[in-house]
C-alpha cells in the first residue's frame, strides 16, 4: 500500500501566520480520518482527511465504496499537511487532492464555506470543478478546468458515490 498522508491531528489542523485564524469551536468539532482508495495508479493507496466529527461514518463507507467500485482518487491529504501548508495551487492545480476541512469563505460572499465546518469533501476537483454562475458568467475552480462525466475520477448522476452520499443527505 502507498501512504500519501501519515500525519498527526495537530499536523493536520496546523494553522499559518499569513492564513485567518479558526475558531476553536469549528476546531473542536473536527476529526482526522484514515481512508484507503484506490489512485490513478490502479494500486491501494492510505491518506487521511479532516471532516465533521458527526460525518465520519458516512466519509467511510463512502471511500469504501470508492474501492469497492475501483473509482480512481487521485490523492487525499489534509490542507495543512506539511507539503502543501494549505498552498491551493499545489493541493489541487498540482496534485488534484481530495480534501474536506478547509476553512475558507464561499468565493465573493462574506460567507463561510461548509468546508470550513468539514461540511463538504471535493473529490478529485481536476475532474470535479466547482462549477457557478454569475449574471450568466461562468465560473470554473480550478481554472481552465472542464466537467467531463466520461473521465475516470468523474463524479456524475449514476455514480455510485454521488447516491450513496445523496442517499446520507448530501449534495
Not at 469549528?26 to 494500486?43: A, G, N, W
Not at 466519509?59 to 473509482?71: P, R, S
Not at 473521465?151 to 443527505?169: A, C, D, I, Q, Y
Request: hydrophobic content about 35%; charged content about 25%; overall charge positive.
Amino acid at each position: 500500500m502507498i501512504v500519501d498522508s501519515d500525519i498527526t491531528f495537530g499536523q493536520a489542523l496546523a494553522q499559518y501566520p499569513e492564513k485567518p485564524k479558526v475558531p476553536r469551536k469549528i476546531l473542536d468539532q473536527l476529526k482526522l480520518v484514515d481512508v484507503e482508495y484506490i489512485s490513478f495508479d490502479h494500486k491501494l493507496h492510505r491518506g487521511q482527511i479532516v471532516i465533521h466529527k458527526y460525518l465520519v461514518d458516512e466519509v467511510k463507507m463512502m471511500f469504501e465504496l470508492a474501492v469497492e467500485v475501483k473509482f480512481p482518487i487521485a490523492k487525499v491529504v489534509p490542507n495543512s499537511h506539511p507539503d502543501y501548508k494549505w498552498d491551493t495551487k499545489k493541493l489541487v492545480i498540482e496534485n488534484n487532492v481530495t480534501g474536506g476541512f478547509g476553512y475558507r469563505k464561499i468565493k465573493g460572499t462574506d460567507k463561510l464555506s461548509l468546508h470550513s465546518y468539514g461540511r463538504a469533501i471535493d473529490i478529485n476537483p481536476l475532474q470535479n470543478p466547482y462549477i457557478r454562475y454569475k449574471n450568466s458568467e461562468e465560473i470554473v475552480f480550478p481554472p481552465n478546468t472542464k466537467w467531463n462525466p466520461k473521465r475516470p475520477g468523474t463524479l456524475h448522476k449514476n455514480n455510485p458515490l454521488v447516491k450513496f452520499m445523496e442517499s446520507k443527505g448530501w449534495e
